[in-house]
């Protein structure tokens, strides 16, 4: 069993930046994939990075070009740099972990973080 903890988010206007990080504890990520999905109101949770068991990474077309998944090892650490934020990013963002290859649905995911709330003013 792994434990997320994330950290980071809050309110920016568009046009800027923000990065996210979910600390893992317990497993680490050489044994699980990472992602990341985000919760709009009234949505469903939706995909929008992750990283592969063979190191390459995904991305939402929403969001490609300007966020970038990256993990840190030896912190147990994954990140989610997003630049360029539009009002439509306003969301609550959770970073995820998944044993397996497949990495689009929420249910291909074994554990979740708390969320945090990205909010993108116009």
């Known amino acids: 069993q792994v434990q997320l903890v994330q950290s980071g988010g809050g309110l920016v206007q568009a046009g800027g930046s923000l990065r996210l990080s979910c600390a893992a504890s317990?497993?680490?990520?050489?044994?699980?994939?990472p992602g990341w999905f985000r919760q709009a109101p009234g949505k469903e949770r939706e995909f929008v990075a992750a990283i592969s068991w063979s190191g390459g990474t995904y991305y939402a077309d929403s969001v490609k070009g300007r966020f970038t998944i990256s993990e840190d090892n030896a912190k147990s650490t994954v990140y989610l740099q997003m630049n360029r934020l539009e009002p439509e990013d306003t969301a609550i963002y959770y970073c995820?972990?998944?044993?397996?290859?497949?990495?689009?649905?929420?249910?291909?995911?074994?554990?979740w973080g708390q969320g945090t709330q990205v909010t993108v003013s116009s």
């Open positions: 317990g497993r680490t990520f050489s044994t699980y994939r």
């Open positions: 995820a972990v998944r044993l397996g290859y497949s990495y689009l649905r929420v249910d291909q995911y074994d554990s």
